[in-house]
């Protein structure tokens, strides 16, 4: 047959085809889970909470690594022990609704599929919803139910856009900002001092919340196993790490954490040692090798990272030179990189500190 054409479709139309559709009434679907909701501990904070139905759900049925829009029958859903996001998606908010709390739907067009123009309505330009949930206090929460990486408010960078739709029945649907749902951060510490053979020998500590975490511990989940992982951070930064641990790697949560004792050769040439405050490279030089540059580049998230290395200057050694103080900004992408270096008594220390806020960058800039 022809392909109908609409002339003149709005958002406010887009919206209703989806509130007035099954996706909706699956959406909406009673609680399946009514027993354990009511074992869940009753005190906590909201966060808290949420996250105990979104862990009750995940431990019955398992994500199937898709994301799509269109839910299965939830009892279906729950006998198969396996669905999409969706379908889960529709789980958590039957429970959390059981809880008292005010469920809705967000639909969005993933960043991969490309941009959703506000002044541009389609018919069905979403590929999947995700859950907003509004706190006794009012404040509101956003969450997946696929990724097993996220948390409540961290969501995989593929969905971090800026135009979400917010869609429920009898009320105009609106648009949500999904980019700045949390402060993604890490802090790194390393410190360090010279063996007697002339190695860098010292401690690193690294913690991370929201999106970084997030990426860390999908990378985690992708190695074959921790010594796989653990040999590409020793070839990485060409050092040897003696012992390792990892915390809530696998955990539902908003954090993670890795901690290790390493050495590492050192470049020494007559009486002088060359040392790297730098144990981590932080950005690759490589990136922007292209001539011509005729489109923006995407980050996957904004963050802010602050790295302190500090080394004890063993007896008979003394600081010949250090990196001097600078700051760098780069307005596009509101990010501001800053280095300082100071020597105390025989501690060297040096603080590199570097924030992104945007996560777009056009072209006229790189």
Known sequence: GMDTKY????????????????????????????????????????????ASAVSLVKDNVAWDEKYKVFPEPVGQVVKARSGS????????AGCLREMGYTVDMVLVKMRSSGML??????RNPYDTFILRVTGSDGSQYYLDGGSPHGYINVLPPDLLVTNARLVRPNV?????????LTRNGTTMTVATTLTDDLRLSGEYT?????????????????SDDEQDYISEIETDL?????DITFGQMKEY??????EYKFHKDLDASGDFVYINPFLVKFHSADTFQSLQREFPIDFPFTYSLTYIFT?????????????????FKFQPLASTARCSCTVNGNTVQMVYNFSQNKMMCGPEYY
């Open 7 to 50: 002339y003149g479709v709005s958002w406010d139309d887009v919206d209703n085809t989806y509130v007035n559709s099954q996706i909706m009434t699956r959406f909406r679907a009673q609680c399946q889970f009514k027993e354990q909701v009511a074992a869940l501990p009753e005190e906590g904070t909201d966060i808290e909470k949420i």
């Open 85 to 92: 996001n969706a379908d889960i998606n529709c789980l958590i």
């Open 117 to 122: 123009l506000d002044f541009q309505p389609e």
């Open 172 to 180: 105009p649907g609106e648009w949500v900002d999904l980019t700045r």
């Open 206 to 222: 690294c913690k991370e919340t929201g999106n970084t975490s997030y990426s860390t511990k999908e990378s985690y989940s992708e």
């Open 238 to 242: 060409a050092i040897e790490i003696d």
């Open 253 to 258: 949560s908003s954090s993670s954490q890795t």
């Open 311 to 327: 080394f004890t200057i063993p007896e008979g050694y003394a600081v010949d030179q250090i990196p001097e103080n600078r700051i």
